[in-house]
C-alpha cells in the first residue's frame, strides 16, 4: 500500500464499547488532532464522504480518476487548438509581464527600516534563485485551472529557499483525513507511482505549496475549469469528423455509364470492356472523389448522365450548436477563439469580456496565494515574521481600459493628491515598460533637482527674491539698481526750508 492508505484509518463507529485497539487509535488520533478549546467542540460527522462504509474503495477510485480526467483533458489540451488556445489565453492574461514586491511605507523607525530592508533582500533574491519568471508563472497559470490542482515543492538549502518545482498532479495525493485534516505534517503529501503502486517520495507540509481551483469545502482536491467541458467536446470532434467524411461522400459530382441503350442494352462482358477502355475497372462502376476528373469515350452507344452531390452538405446548423456549446465551456468571448460572429454587438462583446476578466482575475488571486507562500517561507527561514512585513505582490491589472484612458485617469487622481506618485507609477509601469520602479522614482526626482537649481539660478541672474523671502545672496541686475536709484531721487524730500 502506497500514499494515503500508509496513513488511512476507518472511522470508528459512535456506539459499543471500545476495545484496547480501538482505544490506542484514538490516543494517537488525539495527540495527532488540530487543538481545540478546554470543553472540546461539538464537530461530528465527516465531510469529504457521505459513507463511511465504503471510503477506502471511494480513495481508490479518487486516485484513478483523477489520474484519467487529467488525461483526457490533457489529450484535448494537445488535440483541439480551440482548447489550447482558451486556456493559453486565460493562463497569459492572468500573468502577463510578472509581478512585483512592494513594501508599505513605515513611519521613520531605523529598526523597522532596517527590517524591512532585509525582507526585501530576501524576496528579491528568493525570486531571483527559484525563476519566478513570467514564463514559469504562466506555466502554472495554465496548469491549475487545466488540472485542478497545483503542487509546488519549495526546495530549501540551509535557510534559503533556492527552487520552486511543479510537481506532477496526477501522481500527487494528499493525505488527510476524512474531514481534510492531516495526519502527520512530516507526512503530509506524497508522489505515487501509478503503474507499481508504490512512494516515490514523501514531503512535509512546509515543502508543498497546494493550491486547489473551483475547492468545495472538505474536498481533498480542486476541480478542473474544463471538468465539464469534455462531453461537448467529443461531440463537437466527432460531428465534425461526420461532416467530413460527409463531404468526401456526398459532395463530390458522380457520374452514370450507360452502356447500349433501351432496344440494345450493353452486356457484361461490354460493360467491362467499357470500364477497361476508359480506365475505370476497380472503381466498382463509379467515380472515385480523389480522382481528378476526365474524358470519357464510347462508340455511340454509351451515354454518360452527371449525378450532382448533396445539395444540404453545406447546412452546419447542428455543427454551430455543438460549437457554441464547447465555447461556453471555454469560458472565453468566441470572438477570442477566433469565431467571429457576423451579427456580433460590440457592447456584448465588451460586456463578455469583462466578464471572463474576473476569471481571470480569480487565477492571478490564485498564483499570488502560491507565490506568497514561497516568499513567507523564505522570510521564515531567515528568521523574519512575515506577518510583520508589509510587502505585497503587485501584478498586472485586468480590464478593458485602454492604455491613453489609464494614464488619464491616473494623472487625474496624482494632480487631484489621492494617490502618490510610487502608486501612479506602478500603475503605468505596464504601459512603459518600466521594470523598476524605484529607478524610475529616482530619475524622477533628480529631474526635479535639477529643475529647482536651474531656477534658482535663474532668479539669482533676474534679481527676485526666492519665496522664502531670504534675499542675502541674491545678486541684483544693474538694470533693476538704475531704477531704483531714479525713483529713489524722485522721492527724495527738497532742503530748502518753507
Given amino acids: 500500500m502506497a ?44 465531510s469529504a464522504t457521505a459513507s463511511p462504509a465504503v471510503e477506502q474503495f471511494e480513495l481508490w477510485n479518487l486516485r484513478h480518476e483523477r489520474r484519467a480526467i487529467i488525461a483526457d483533458l490533457r489529450r484535448l489540451y494537445d488535440e483541439d487548438p480551440r482548447f489550447a488556445r482558451a486556456v493559453r489565453k486565460l493562463a497569459r492574461e492572468a500573468v502577463r509581464k510578472g509581478f512585483r514586491v512592494t513594501i508599505a511605507e513605515t513611519p521613520d523607525q531605523q529598526a523597522l527600516a532596517q527590517r524591512n530592508g532585509r525582507a526585501l533582500a530576501v524576496l528579491e533574491r528568493t525570486i531571483a534563485e527559484c525563476g519566478l519568471t513570467p514564463s514559469r508563472l504562466r506555466s502554472w497559470a495554465l496548469t491549475l485551472p487545466l488540472e485542478g490542482d497545483l503542487f509546488i515543492q519549495r526546495v530549501a538549502v540551509g535557510n534559503r529557499v533556492v527552487d520552486a518545482k511543479r510537481m506532477p498532479s496526477a501522481s500527487m495525493e494528499r493525505m488527510t483525513d476524512s474531514q481534510d485534516r492531516f495526519f502527520d505534517v512530516n507526512r503530509a503529501f506524497a508522489q505515487i507511482d501509478l503503474q507499481a503502486n508504490a512512494d516515490i517520495a514523501q514531503f512535509a507540509l512546509w515543502q508543498i505549496q497546494h493550491e486547489r481551483w473551483s475547492h468545495l469545502d472538505g474536498d481533498r482536491y480542486g476541480r478542473s475549469e474544463y471538468l ?167 501584478f498586472s491589472q485586468n480590464s478593458t481600459e485602454t492604455p491613453t484612458d489609464r494614464q488619464n485617469r491616473v494623472a487625474q487622481a496624482l494632480q487631484a493628491g489621492l494617490i502618490p506618485l510610487r502608486v501612479a507609477v506602478g500603475a503605468i509601469s505596464e504601459d512603459y515598460d518600466f521594470d523598476d520602479i524605484d529607478s524610475v522614482l529616482s530619475e524622477l526626482q533628480a529631474e526635479r533637482d535639477e529643475k529647482h537649481a536651474r531656477a534658482l539660478a535663474l532668479l539669482h541672474q533676474t534679481g527676485i527674491k526666492r519665496p522664502d523671502g531670504d534675499a542675502s545672496e541674491v545678486r541684483e541686475h544693474p538694470s533693476t539698481v538704475a531704477a531704483k536709484g531714479k525713483e529713489s531721487s524722485r522721492a527724495k524730500p527738497s532742503a530748502t526750508p518753507r
Fill in 3 to 46: 500514499g494515503i492508505f500508509e496513513v488511512y484509518r476507518p472511522i470508528e463507529p459512535a456506539t459499543g464499547n471500545p476495545g484496547l485497539v480501538t482505544r490506542l487509535v484514538r490516543m494517537v488520533q488525539k495527540a495527532w488532532a488540530r487543538p481545540a478549546d478546554a470543553g472540546g467542540t461539538t464537530e461530528a460527522g465527516t
Fill in 228 to 394: 465539464q467541458l469534455r462531453r461537448p467536446a467529443r461531440n463537437l470532434q466527432l460531428l465534425e469528423q461526420a461532416q467530413v467524411i460527409r463531404r468526401i461522400a456526398r459532395a463530390a459530382l458522380r457520374l452514370l455509364h450507360r452502356v447500349g441503350s433501351k432496344d440494345k442494352p450493353g452486356l457484361g462482358r461490354d460493360v467491362e470492356d467499357y470500364k477497361a477502355l476508359n480506365s475505370l475497372a476497380g472503381q466498382g462502376g463509379g467515380l472515385d472523389p480523389t480522382v481528378a476528373l476526365r474524358d470519357y469515350f464510347g462508340n455511340g452507344l454509351t451515354d454518360v448522365v452527371p449525378i450532382p452531390g448533396d445539395p444540404n452538405v453545406h447546412e452546419i446548423a447542428d455543427l454551430e450548436y455543438f460549437r457554441d456549446s464547447f465555447a461556453s465551456g471555454t469560458g472565453a468571448p468566441k470572438a477570442m477563439l477566433g469565431w467571429a460572429d457576423r451579427d456580433i454587438n460590440r457592447d456584448i462583446l465588451k460586456d463578455q469580456i469583462e466578464q471572463w476578466l474576473k476569471e481571470v482575475q480569480d487565477l492571478t488571486d490564485a498564483l499570488k496565494n502560491v507565490v506568497r507562500g514561497i516568499l513567507d517561507l523564505a522570510l521564515l527561514l531567515e528568521g523574519i515574521d512575515p506577518a510583520t512585513v508589509p510587502y505585497d505582490l503587485v
